[in-house]
């Protein structure tokens, strides 16, 4: 064995900046593609801001990876300094629902991302806080730090009481909360049928514009990729990868985030295999990877009964002669089946039913309604929307004992479906 050997000495012959194919990076004006019209939109709904004026509230929603974090971000921070040179005092809080996902987490970290305790004196502290005194300091870190402060929630969905913060934040102006500083908040949502389920107070506070991110098309991400194409060294991709990643992205997504993963996956696998340059075939690997590790996020935000109810649609799936939607009656007796087999609680008919139209609302699921004929009523038909194979891996990355034996019903292709069931030790949920 080499002794002393450096493991990180060695030139990487691939990337010279792989931080700019990160969905997290914010780049400037010039690398943000298509998105003009949203951006001019966005700006209308702020420019007050810029005089010190109270912005408008707006609602920005459409599939993940269509640009709506990055431009409100953007936008968001070019607004500060444009205010600035009016002598306007503008904040920004970008806050992720998916990490803070209770009324008083957020308002929390609100206060710690616009606070300044040395002018203050106000502190933030991670527990021991009713959600009533954290709004307090809120409001006092506002009127004494700042003109106007923006808030940006994005995930808006993933907020447990979010019609308490919709309502509360929109209205401390009115409600005399804060006396100086001028407060808008922009929500954001992948989930485009999202607005229909918040209270009607909510809604008119937080609805006041509403904007839609269509998806990219191949084209657009093509461009996307291109003004990112310096995060490799020259000569390193091959003519054909760029068009060929973008196209695999905009046939299925329009995603931008999909198009980047895949693009630096690309590049990771050459790595690995220790090749000077990112071919054709090294995409094709990493859009496989790509569409497991999408699968996986949303596997994680799934509950035990879910798990089942999705994986008993996928032993059907696999198990019918032609790629034909499921009936979810067909699902729920699967999934009597899969419960048995793995033991606890069996969930209703109708709750399998809810579940299903949540996993429809992650866009896991594609149900279409049809009726049985005259005098037969309707039934909903349930069509995976990615491959079952894949789903399936990612179903198996949660899981922790494979269980086996379970069968279709008699009416499906008798295959053997040993290995697709399999056990997840927590609790049901």
Request: with cysteine; hydrophobic share 35%.
């Amino acid at each position: 064995m080499e002794k002393n050997r450096d493991y990180f000495e060695k030139d990487d012959p691939i990337f010279l900046n792989k931080d700019l194919l990160q969905i997290s990076h914010l780049p400037d004006g010039e690398r943000i593609i298509g998105r003009d019209e949203q951006l001019s939109n966005l700006a209308n709904v702020l420019r007050p801001a810029t005089k010190g004026n109270e912005p408008n509230n707006a609602f920005v929603y459409g599939k993940t990876g269509t640009g709506k974090s990055l431009c409100t971000k953007y936008l968001s921070r070019q607004l500060i300094d444009t205010a600035a040179s009016n002598d306007v005092r503008v904040g920004f809080a970008y806050i992720d629902c998916l990490q803070d996902s209770t009324e008083t987490q957020v308002i929390q970290s609100i206060g710690q991302v616009l606070n300044d305790s040395s002018n203050t004196e106000v502190h933030f502290p991670g527990s021991g806080l009713p959600t009533s005194e954290y709004y307090n300091r809120l409001w006092t870190v506002l009127d004494t730090l700042y003109d106007v402060v923006i808030i940006i929630l994005d995930e808006l969905d993933k907020l447990t009481d979010v019609d308490n913060v919709l309502r509360l934040l929109p209205a401390a102006g009115e409600a005399e909360k804060i006396r100086h500083c001028k407060l808008g908040v922009i929500g954001i949502s992948n989930k485009t049928r999202f607005k229909q389920s918040l209270g009607d107070r909510a809604k008119s506070a937080l609805c006041d514009r509403e904007f839609v991110f269509p998806p990219y098309d191949a084209e657009e991400l093509c461009a996307i990729l291109e003004a990112r194409s310096d995060a490799f060294k020259d000569d390193v991709l091959e003519p054909e990868v760029i068009p060929f990643a973008s196209a695999l992205a905009g046939q299925e997504y329009g995603d931008a985030r999909q198009a980047m993963d895949i693009l630096r996956f690309s590049g990771e696998i050459a790595q690995e295999e220790n090749v000077s340059e990112v071919r054709e075939s090294h995409v094709e690997k990493a859009h496989h990877e790509a569409e497991k590790n999408q699968l996986h996020e949303l596997m994680q935000q799934l509950t035990v009964q879910s798990h089942r109810v999705l994986r008993s649609l996928v032993i059907l799936d696999q198990s019918t002669r032609s790629d034909r939607p499921v009936k979810s009656t067909e699902v729920y007796s699967m999934y009597i089946r899969v419960s048995e087999q793995v033991g606890g609680r069996v969930l209703s008919q109708r709750r399998v039913r809810d579940l299903l139209s949540e996993l429809e609302f992650l866009e896991i699921v594609e149900q279409r309604r049809k009726g049985a004929g005259r005098g037969e009523g309707n039934y909903m038909e349930n069509h995976l929307l990615d491959n079952s194979e894949t789903v399936l891996e990612a179903l198996n990355e949660e899981s922790d004992e494979i269980v086996s034996n379970i069968q279709p019903a008699e009416s499906l292709e008798n295959t053997n479906q040993s290995n697709l069931v399999s056990k997840n030790n927590d609790s049901d949920s």
